[in-house]
């Protein structure tokens, strides 16, 4: 993300602050949108500040310590699933761009999944009650017109 540095010199700050600018050239093929980036930011920013709590720099970061900041997102932030999702997503970019600026070698997010979700498939299913459905087939148009052969 950044040239002419070794990893050591930069600073958390130093890192968002770059990934800003990688995810404005990178993302959405360098057109990506304002929301884009600020939600990337926050969320980079909440990992980095994760990784502060646990004296860990971000460049530092192993496959085994996205696991605990998954961990950390399920049981200690109670997120949804798909919340999970887009932070894993975001750490996993951030990452890769580190890998392609030359920071790291590898990408520790690279692999790690959100978790499943443990509903009851049955739950998901949504269907009308008898009152509805008596409802909707009475609003129906029942007369030879246009609108009544829909």
């Known amino acids: 993300m950044l040239t002419q540095t ?3 010199d930069l600073t ?3 890192l968002l602050d770059n990934f800003a600018k990688f ?4 993302t ?6 304002d929301d884009t980036v ?3 930011a926050c969320t980079v920013r909440q990992f980095f500040s994760w990784c502060d709590s646990q004296r860990l720099h971000p460049l530092d970061a192993t496959k085994d ?3 605990l900041y ?4 399920v049981e200690i932030q109670a997120y949804k699933c798909a919340t999970i999702a887009l932070k894993l997503t975001v750490v996993r970019r951030f990452y890769a761009g580190a890998v392609e600026r030359g920071l790291i070698l590898a990408n520790p997010a690279l692999g790690i999944k959100p978790p499943r979700e443990n509903i009851d498939p049955a739950e998901r299913i949504n269907y009308l009650e008898e009152p509805e459905v ?3 087939l009475e609003s129906l148009p029942t007369e030879n017109t246009i609108g009544g052969l829909r």
């Open 6 to 8: 070794t990893p050591n």
């Open 12 to 14: 958390p700050t130093d």
């Open 23 to 26: 995810v404005r050239l990178d």
């Open 28 to 33: 959405a093929d360098g057109n990506a949108a």
């Open 38 to 40: 600020k939600t990337y």
């Open 65 to 67: 310590d996205i696991k």
């Open 70 to 73: 998954r961990r950390w997102l």
């Open 134 to 136: 008596t409802g909707l």
